[in-house]
């Protein structure tokens, strides 16, 4: 079979040609960047039905609350709803210790954990990724510091500081969002900065400096293009940190305030009833809330695949 060479120079492989990608005066079809990358990631079955999943799970937790209402925010009025009710008719999950509907407090919580989990992994990648390739690419003085200060934080266990924190300036749902997006990005800034320390000694960053490139312009067009791979990686796996943290958070009753609540509250709230044999207090929810992350973490493998630039086809 007919191969050709696709890749740096030094880390060339050999790709088999294929006839479908020539047209039939013999002449190359230049395939668009962006389908060679949705065809990598097709090609991951578990990443695809991943996204199929928390696509059903993020539109549910949003309109769940509406195409099956019930009371999730005042507690004096399920006085008149069995508590800890087996699943019914009524209540296809049950009921919780207090009266919730449990279908409905699933996704009513869900709406909380994912959006502060997607939000906090957001701010997470972009400080990450900045603080990273500052330090690498600019190199020296200014990037022993900034990694001696990264360091600093990073001996700080990580849970201790979020529950410090959080018990020193509250836990309002935006305070929430800032103290995980702002201290989850240290171990990022570091995977970053290791891919513009190897882009920027490269054959064709160190030709652009040569030719009067300013540092801008080679972060720009160079050092964050081939980052890509990682940077993607890197941002879906703060996701599911993020919704990890949160709900350890909650877990130790420093979730979310109520009346609104989340995963890692519901989880807490409902381990306590295990002994009484309320299991669908935990289970479904506890099913719910690891195929999300898991989900998360097939993702960002494929996308690491899919923006891996030596497995595009030139």
Do not use: C
């Amino acid at each position: 079979m007919t191969t050709f060479k696709v890749g740096a120079p030094d880390t060339m492989v050999d790709v088999p040609f294929d006839p479908a990608m020539s047209s039939k005066d013999g002449h190359d079809v230049i395939v668009p960047m962006w389908k060679q990358r949705l065809k990598i990631f097709a090609h991951n079955k578990l990443a695809v039905a991943s996204v199929i999943y928390l696509v059903l799970i993020t539109g549910a937790s949003f309109l769940v609350p509406w195409l099956h209402p019930t009371n999730q925010t005042n507690q004096a009025l399920t006085f008149g709803s069995a508590w800890n009710a087996p699943p019914s008719l009524t209540h296809p999950l049950g009921t919780d210790s207090s009266g919730f509907d449990e279908l409905g407090r699933i996704f009513y919580g869900g709406e909380y954990s994912l959006t502060l989990g997607f939000l906090a992994g957001f701010i997470t990648i972009v400080i990450g990724t900045l603080y990273g390739m500052i330090a690498g690419f600019v190199g020296g003085f200014t990037d022993t510091v900034m990694m001696r200060t990264l360091d600093a934080f990073l001996s700080i266990p990580y849970l201790f500081l979020l529950i410090s924190l959080i018990t020193v300036f509250g836990r309002t749902t935006l305070f929430l969002i800032l103290v995980i997006g702002f201290t989850l990005w240290w171990g990022n800034a570091r995977i970053i900065r290791g891919d513009a320390l190897l882009i920027r000694n490269l054959e064709y960053a160190q030709a652009a400096t040569s030719m009067g490139a300013s540092k801008w312009h080679i972060i720009r067009r160079h050092v964050f293009p081939n980052s890509i791979s990682n940077i993607v990686t890197v941002a879906t796996f703060s996701v599911a940190d993020a919704i990890l943290f949160l709900s350890a958070l909650g877990f130790l009753g420093l979730g979310i305030q109520a009346p609104q609540t989340d995963w890692g509250t519901m989880l807490q709230a409902g381990a306590g009833q295990l002994a009484n044999g309320f299991w669908w207090e935990v289970y479904p929810l506890a099913i719910v809330f690891i195929l999300v992350v898991v989900s998360i973490n097939y993702i960002g493998d494929a996308l690491r695949d899919a923006f891996e630039v030596r497995l595009l086809e030139r």
